[in-house]
């Protein structure tokens, strides 16, 4: 499980996010070439890409709109209840439980037009606080993984190297054109 993530996970999700940068129409690319040359210093590392909320809203928006991991079991070590916005159910010790990360990253209560991707949802204030609610790694993006909690490990390098990369490509090319699978012309920096 540990290698399958790992490899099929990035697998999955750098190809979703250069396809959204290389396909989109409305000016993305350019926002956050902007970005990637003006913030982090000349340095590229994890402490640049912080300072890159564009670009790591990107890779989030990635992530919520289609979580590489999508499925996740357990059991239940405990007796305990379940609540949702408008249901509640009881959970016994040893049933085995599903998650299934793609209704819950569209929950229309908390994400506002769940279905469109916004590159830009998780920018400021507001879009930082959603965090709580991004569960691409088993628990939320705010939390940390633990020795009990089964969230993912990786979950911080995921996003930072995957902005790293971004903001890499933007900052050595000023012009990208192809889709997920394929470069089809870049144009160099001057
Ligand atoms: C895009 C890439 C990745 C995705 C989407 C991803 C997703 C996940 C998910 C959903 C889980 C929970 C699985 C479950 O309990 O059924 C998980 C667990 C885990 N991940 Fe990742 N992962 C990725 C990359 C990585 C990387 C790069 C590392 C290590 C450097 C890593 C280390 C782990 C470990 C050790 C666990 C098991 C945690 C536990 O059971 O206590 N993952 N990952």
Redesign the pocket.
């Known amino acids: 499980?540990?290698y399958f993530?790992?490899l099929e996970?990035?697998n999955l999700?750098l190809p979703d996010i250069l396809g959204r940068l290389f396909t989109d129409k409305t000016g993305l690319q350019d926002r956050l070439r902007a970005e990637a040359r003006q913030n982090g210093g000349p340095d590229l590392n994890f402490d640049a890409v912080k300072q890159m909320p564009n670009i790591r809203s990107l890779v989030w928006e990635t992530l919520r709109f289609k979580p590489?991991?999508p499925t996740?079991?357990s059991r239940a070590r405990k007796d305990f209840r379940l609540s949702s916005h408008d249901a509640s159910y009881e959970i016994k010790k040893g049933e085995l439980l599903c998650g299934y990360l793609p209704l819950v990253m569209r929950d229309p209560v908390i994400f506002n037009d769940p279905d469109t991707f916004q590159p830009d949802r998780f920018v400021g204030e507001k879009g930082t606080d959603l965090l709580k609610y991004l569960y691409?790694?088993?628990g939320p993006e705010t939390a940390d993984?633990t020795a009990t909690n089964?969230?993912?490990?990786?979950k911080d390098?995921?996003t930072l190297s995957a902005s790293m990369l971004v903001a890499y490509i933007l900052r050595r090319y000023d012009s990208i054109k192809g889709d997920g699978s394929k470069i089809t012309a870049v144009e160099m920096a001057k």
């Open positions: 499980m540990f993530n790992c996970g990035f999700l590489p991991v996740q079991y691409w790694s088993n993984p089964k969230q993912c490990m990786g390098y995921v």
